[in-house]
């Protein structure tokens, strides 16, 4: 059976900490690295369902992809939600592991999974960095307009209450699509610099869309944060399992389903108002 330790270094191997963002926290929050690990938790936030669901399943690992403690703190009282989180973790023996901006970068990554949901093929990546790197883009296997990718989005993309939303006009071609999982919003005009007719990302903001619409010749759209990061963590979960099977290691791994996305309610105006 597997330490901690020797997990983290698998999953360290894929997602080097070292490839993190200056201002992020990743790597091992809590935990001991000499403890046994029998099952994995893999999901994108920290947050109290997920930490439940770690404790009820029996995990010995919680991975997510945002950090908990990404601000520096001086106490982890349990008075507040990150307090309890830390406390309820460590004493029900469940360590936590945060991949952040380091697997935003990795190859595969966050924007390769996302890539994947798409359905893009000839995937690159759209900031390169050797080869790895920031977004992605490929080719979706037919052209079609604005209109319906938002709707083949709308059932590939995990379902949240905030949904879809694009800018530009609906018979626009698509066929080139550049994604970015998370908030990668400035990264629209390296999208378009590549020639997608299209960029996937999540928390567009007023002002930043307007003037990237008026720049650039591409569209934009707008997805629910949560379910542009979601496919990483089945293709992280993938990736620690078959590293270990291939070690003739058995460990259970699975992969979060509760949508922690924390908008849950989207309304439009009544039709006959």
């Known amino acids: ?77 349990a008075t507040s939600f990150k ?15 945060t991949a952040h901006t380091n697997a935003d970068v990795a190859s595969p990554g966050v924007s390769d999974a996302l890539a994947a949901t798409v359905g893009l093929d000839a995937v690159r990546p759209l900031l390169p960095a050797e080869e790895r790197g920031l977004g992605r ?20 993309l995990p379902a949240t209450a905030w949904g879809l939303r694009a800018t530009g006009d609906p018979d626009r071609p698509v066929r080139t699509v550049a994604v970015g999982g998370g908030s990668c919003g400035d990264l629209t005009g390296a999208a378009a610099e590549t020639g997608a007719d299209a960029f996937v990302t999540s928390d567009l903001k007023h002002h930043r869309a307007s003037e990237a619409v008026a720049d650039h010749d591409i569209a934009l759209v707008d997805a629910a944060h949560w379910a542009t990061e979601q496919p990483w963590v089945t293709s992280a979960r993938d990736l620690l399992a078959g590293d270990l099977g291939a070690r003739g290691i058995t460990v259970e791994v699975t992969a979060s389903t509760i949508v922690t996305d924390p908008w849950t309610l989207h309304a439009h105006p009544s039709e006959d108002k």
């Open 1 to 77: 059976m597997p330490t901690l330790a020797d997990v983290v270094g698998i999953l360290d191997a894929a997602y080097d900490p070292r490839w993190a963002e200056s201002w992020d926290a990743v790597g091992l929050v809590c935990g001991d690295p000499a403890a046994q690990v029998h099952k994995v938790l893999f999901a994108v936030d920290p947050v109290d369902a997920v930490v439940e669901e770690a404790i009820t399943w029996g995990a010995d690992l919680l991975v997510t992809h945002h950090p908990l403690l990404l601000k520096p703190v001086h106490g982890v009282a």
């Open 83 to 97: 307090g309890r989180a830390v406390h309820r973790l460590i004493s029900n023996g469940v360590a936590l592991l």
């Open 137 to 156: 883009v490929g080719e979706l296997a037919a052209e079609m307009p604005l209109r319906e990718f938002v709707s083949y989005l709308a059932d590939r």
